[in-house]
């Protein structure tokens, strides 16, 4: 078995872009490279910030378990929960078929699929959608909103947002971070940043309220155009929840490496 290039390019994206923002939370954040593990940990209330990922090719079930156990003894050391990001295409096909197993003797739980994705697509047009307008993030109150809207579209309470988001810098300034209004009402938001000769797309979200309208992928569309102008970048990347998955491709991207997300048993 041998590991695709897409699928090492979707681990190293992962590394790279989640060390810049969870250093941008607290640049005291555990962002250690441990043999075959990645630590990109905010300790945030924001559960995003706080990811542990694997990053040894070819491993098989024994080496799957040490490690996950391993990935466990460092998130019991934390004050906040947090997320193994998993990518299937780093396991043997023993580790592949027994790993919902080795997962729970690790004391792991499931908690939802992801796809990573990527694609050769910039420039696109410019994007428009009858129903909106974009701005720019560029004040305290703009990234606020869109910290609201990560909460709404995944069910964490505002404050937890807030927490991730509120105050940074980065979000104003390094990110081509959109929201897309309805009027004066934010309904969406979409970012992409340069990372490694590409344009990585980060936390989408629409407000269930004004979901299935292409509100995501039209701001989505927004954030990759003006990243795409402002940087000259061709390629673009990104890692996809379930309801994201169907709309990216209309876009230009391709799936590439299934993703399975974990967090501590209860």
Request: net charge negative; charged share 25%.
């Amino acid at each position: 078995m041998t590991v695709s290039p897409e699928s090492i390019e979707s681990i190293e994206q992962l590394t790279t872009v989640w060390r810049t923002l969870v250093l941008d939370r607290d640049p005291d954040a555990d962002v250690r490279d441990l043999p075959g593990i990645s630590i990109r940990w905010a300790d945030s209330r924001f559960g995003f910030w706080n990811c542990i990922t694997l990053t040894e090719a070819e491993a098989g079930t024994e080496l799957l378990g040490h490690r996950l156990g391993q990935a466990v003894d460092i998130m019991r050391t934390k004050k906040h929960p947090g997320l193994v990001w998993l990518f299937e295409d780093l396991l043997d096909d023993e580790a592949r078929s027994t790993l919902e197993t080795t997962a729970g003797q690790a004391g792991l739980q499931y908690a939802f699929p992801g796809t990573g994705m990527a694609g050769d697509l910039l420039p696109i047009p410019e994007p428009a959608h009858p129903d909106l307008t974009f701005a720019r993030v560029r004040t305290d109150e703009q990234v606020r909103a869109y910290a609201d809207l990560q909460s709404r579209a995944y069910g964490f309470p505002l404050e937890e947002g807030r927490d991730g988001l509120v105050g940074s810098a980065l979000w104003k300034n390094e990110m081509y971070a959109y929201l897309a209004m309805r009027g004066d009402e934010p309904v969406a938001c979409a970012a992409t940043v340069e990372a490694q000769g590409r344009l990585f797309v980060a936390l989408v979200a629409t407000d269930p309220q004004w979901q299935r309208k292409g509100y995501g992928e039209a701001v989505t569309r927004k954030a990759l155009y003006e990243g795409a102008q402002a940087t000259g970048l061709t390629r673009a990347t990104l890692h996809a929840t379930a309801a994201g998955a169907p709309v990216y491709p209309r876009i230009g991207f391709k799936p590439n490496s299934r993703i399975h997300f974990y967090g501590l048993k209860d």
